[in-house]
């Protein structure tokens, strides 16, 4: 297939043609979820757009190795630096160990993304699982001389890295501009500037997750696990690193410094960002009294949404708009997308039922065209849903006896939609998971083969069926009167 791909790198400004390192081999890393609160809409969209990106790279033919982590050491406010660890305050809180914390919202993401259909990635290292791997690094960039301790802490010298480097390359900003407008922190800050960051911290009494290391009990800075997994999964120089725009800086900028002052080069080809969800046009926060969990999405219940919406609608929504624009969620903006994901179904459910025609008036194969130069184009997925709607205009019309279509036509429809609708933008029929009848008999025949599997003690085979269950949202629960299911 043809590899015509044209990304935005945010380190150059500029689209640039995508030529991976290794021309059949794409490495990614995309910053993943900090387990410490429910799933929320700003965990929706990087999942989301990387998950398009990851898609497409796959249909057209790379090997893609997807690597993304999940932050549990612990995540400081105020910059990484001060302030509590979440993990560490809800285990307090509630009486549990950290791990417990982070397992149960890592869970609770796993579920929430397998119902946005998000895929998997192929590699979740958890930060905690590498702190050796991030010791490791801290040395290096000490040996290089470019950190410094302080009573156990190691700091790293964005001044000093900033004469031979320049630190700001990827998010614009100029050191001297950022010291001209910083005023001097107060109190005991050890640290020699503000703008350094903590590579290594010497964990106070009450912390309760802490590592030994060659400098004091502690923990890492939060911007050193995705340096250290990144450079061990994909090596020290890679094709893609993503997330959202809010991690540009400091946290993107700081990997490209520890990196380069660790390993002598920079660490990333193509650095890709989505932009942010605003919310009835204001910025989502706990504050703001619009912080909307994806649980509270699904089930409708939060005081500003005036209905449930499905996965499918959130996920068709955040599609709607090319990743780099912000998407304004609204309940008016939501509705219309149901109304739109349900149209677009329903012409596949149509397509079905036309008979095909001698000759036909239309070109399916320039709307195939049309969906792989949007997606070639920066992963452009609002121009590829604009195609779709066109091949369901074609789909209504032909139902209607308006337009014809041949067989060839209605096989290339069918393929417009397996290859883009399902397969890249990940869309799926949400109806079969919104409590709709049309899966009682079939989850009927499922459960009564289950039942023989067990009858016939063939429990690899009932198990099997279970754990598919469960990935698609539906647990199953064995009683004396057989097994109950239930949508999750
Ligand atoms: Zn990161």
């Known amino acids: 297939m043809d590899k015509n791909i044209v990304v935005f790198n945010t380190l150059t400004r500029k689209k640039e043609k995508f030529e991976p390192l290794n021309s059949a081999f794409v490495g990614m890393y995309v910053c993943g979820p900090t387990v410490y609160g429910d799933p929320h809409l700003g965990h929706a969209r990087p999942a989301i757009t990387f998950d398009l990106i990851f898609r497409y790279l796959k249909h057209v033919g790379y090997k893609v ?15 990484a630096d001060e302030g509590e660890d979440k993990i560490e305050k809800k285990a307090r809180l509630e009486q549990l160990e950290p791990m417990e914390v982070a397992q149960y919202y890592l869970d609770r993401y796993h579920k929430f993304m397998d119902r946005l259909n998000v895929l998997r990635p192929s590699i979740e290292p958890r930060a905690s699982g590498h702190i ?16 410094y301790e302080v009573n ?3 700091y790293f010298d964005v001044e000093k890295y900033n004469k031979k480097n320049n630190y700001g390359k990827l998010s614009g900003r100029v050191l001297e501009d950022l010291l001209a407008n910083t005023r001097d922190l107060e109190g005991q800050d050890e640290k020699k500037n503000p703008f350094d960051f903590a590579l290594w911290k010497k964990a106070s ?7 030994s290391s060659p400098w004091s009990e502690g923990f890492p800075g939060w911007h050193l696990e995705c340096s250290a997994m990144s450079t061990k999964y994909l090596g020290e120089y890679f094709d893609i690193h993503g997330g959202g725009m809010d991690l540009l800086f400091p946290h993107h900028e700081c990997e490209i410094a520890q990196s380069v002052a660790a390993n002598g080069k920079e660490p990333v080809k193509y650095w890709l960002h989505n932009n942010m969800i605003t919310i009835n046009g204001q910025k989502m926060g706990k504050s703001l009294g619009n912080f909307i969990t994806l649980e509270e999405f699904f089930t409708g219940n939060h005081k500003s949404l005036s209905q449930a919406f499905s996965p499918m609608t959130i996920r068709f929504f955040i599609l709607q708009a090319h990743y780099r624009s912000t998407v304004d969620f609204s309940n008016e903006a939501l509705q219309a997308a149901e109304k739109g994901l349900k149209k677009l179904m329903q012409g596949i459910v149509t397509l079905n039922k036309i008979k095909p025609s001698a000759n036909s008036d239309v070109n399916i194969i320039k709307l195939q065209h049309d969906c792989y130069d949007a997606m ?24 209607d006896g308006k337009e014809k279509l041949t067989i060839k036509d209605i096989e290339s429809l069918k393929k417009l939609f397996n290859d883009f609708a399902y397969d890249i933008l990940g869309l ?14 079939l989850m009927e025949l499922i459960l009564s083969l289950r039942k023989n599997a067990k009858e016939n003690k063939d429990f690899s085979t009932s198990d099997k069926i279970r754990d598919e269950l469960l990935k698609i949202g539906i647990t199953l629960k064995d009683t004396k009167d057989g097994a109950v299911w239930k949508v999750e």
């Open 65 to 79: 190795r997807y690597v993304r982590n999940i932050t549990d050491v612990g995540h400081l406010e105020n910059d």
């Open 132 to 147: 050796i791997e991030q010791v490791e690094m801290v040395k290096k960039i000490i040996k290089s001389g470019y950190a």
């Open 152 to 154: 156990g802490s190691i």
């Open 205 to 211: 009494p009450e912390h309760i997750m802490h590592w």
């Open 376 to 399: 070639n184009d920066d992963f452009n997925s609002p121009i590829v849903i604009s195609n779709l709607f066109e091949a369901v205009r074609i789909i209504n019309s032909a139902n």
């Open 428 to 441: 799926r029929d949400d109806s079969l998971y919104s409590g709709n009848n049309s899966i009682d008999g």
